[in-house]
């Protein structure tokens, strides 16, 4: 019998890793490993160098986007196929732009993950059917906001974080509880894929170095 293809998941969520897991053994020809956190899922990818990485893009230690560079810098030959609730076009293009060469939703037919790896084992990319719907009208709009998801109150306090606010202040800035605030911050981490405070900050500082 030929050697196995390693196929790596970095999921936290425990029903949805069992149920994942449960697809890939459809295939024999797939040899399935999986990770609780982002780092498990480098320690693993390091001592198993798998040849497709299924991830997920918010883990409790770290954001998959932020994973993304550092999974390929260990592993270059491996395929990274994305695995997300996150269909906004925004989180796609970043995705592929930091090397991914699959993305693929919870909402998606089961079948779309082994369809992903496989065409990422081929040299292609894979989108999903709702995230390649979403990826064409994107590109209608004249420029792409990075903050086109968030509400007007959580643009504010990422540009607050530019400034170099902490909550302490945002929540003075603009009369709010320091418990609102830091909610608010939660809330923008999870909508534009940003998985700790420090990279939430370093993006919001970026962001205003080019505005």
């Known amino acids: 019998m030929s050697e196995r293809t390693k196929i790596l998941l970095i999921e936290d969520h425990p029903i949805v890793r069992d149920g994942c897991l449960r697809i890939l053994a459809r295939r024999p020809d797939f040899e399935p490993f999986e990770a609780s956190s982002a780092q498990a899922g480098l320690d693993a990818n390091r001592a198993l160098r798998p040849a497709v990485i299924i991830l997920d893009l918010e883990l409790p230690d770290q954001g998959g986007l932020e994973v993304i560079p550092e999974l390929l810098r260990d592993n270059p030959g491996t395929r990274i196929v994305i695995f997300t609730m996150y ?5 796609v293009t970043r ?5 991914a060469r699959g993305y693929v939703t919870k909402n998606d037919d089961p079948n779309a993950i082994l369809q992903a790896i496989d065409k990422a084992l081929a040299g292609a990319v894979y989108l ?9 009208l994107a590109n209608f709009e ?14 504010q306090v990422v540009t607050l974080l530019g400034e170099g606010k902490n909550l302490s202040e945002i929540s003075a ?8 605030a830091a909610n608010i911050v939660s809330a923008v981490k999870q909508k534009l894929g940003i998985g700790t405070s420090p990279a939430l900050i370093k993006f919001a500082v970026e962001l205003r170095g080019r505005g």
């Open 173 to 180: 800035a603009l009369a709010i509880g320091y418990k609102t």
């Open 128 to 136: 999903g059917q709702s995230v390649a719907q979403n990826l064409a």
């Open 95 to 99: 995705a592929l732009e930091r090397g």
């Open 87 to 91: 269909e906004a076009a925004s989180f």
């Open 142 to 155: 004249p420029v792409e906001d990075p903050l086109r998801v968030l509400s007007e109150r959580e643009k």
